[in-house]
């Protein structure tokens, strides 16, 4: 559902369109802090579901993702880059599916205010819990998330490899950006270009997205 792969040698990769999750949120909009409560209500029982259906795509392995959006002219902007399933048991099936259900404030973005957000965050959690949607809500207009397993890289590396991805792709949302080693990582220079060969293949799939206004 909405996801993309191609698989060969040893990295694979693929694109997760969000476009489901933006359509259910529109549909079942209620104006209530009831839309974004996700255990023990019929309504987060279906976000949930359409959450694990869109990330079934994605591997159980090891390897980074990349939330994105374009613009009305087709050109990408670098929105976020995670990692899992290095030196953890969160793979990146796992890691996106948790994302896309804790994190959920930035896909309900389209409805609503970062401040209408807010208030149904201290109605829902009360009170707890800011900082975290502040960092989802950064996330939002996002319309893909393109992910690249790479199995090759060792958990010695990973810091490095981030860190030149991080440089190289500067995303917007990423408030933590090490400093990247002195010459460039082989792996990471790998995982870049099937990341940029993702989201060339992606963007006729483009979805270009009005978010509800500040308040």
Known sequence: MGNQASIGGKYSSGVLLLAPLYDFVKEHCSHSAEDLR?????????YSKICNQASEGCPEAQGFYLWGKYDKTGLWQNIYLGKAGFG?????????????????CCIWRRIYSADELHAFRMKIHNGKYENEWKRAIRKSGSTHIVWVSAQSVADDQVTNVE????????????????????????????I????????????????????????
Request: aromatic share 4%; hydrophobic share 30%; proline share 6%.
């Open 88 to 104: 953890d048991h969160k793979s990146i099936r796992k890691r996106i599916r948790e994302e896309l259900k804790d994190e959920r």
């Open 38 to 46: 996700l255990e023990r209500t019929p309504l987060g029982t279906q």
């Open 163 to 190: 860190a030149d991805l991080i440089e190289s792709l500067n995303p917007i949302a990423n408030r933590v950006r090490p400093a990247p080693p002195d010459s460039l990582q082989y792996e990471a220079k790998e």
């Open 192 to 215: 870049f270009g099937l990341f940029r060969k993702c989201i060339h293949e992606s963007r006729k799939n483009r979805l270009v997205l009005r978010l509800a206004a500040s308040s």
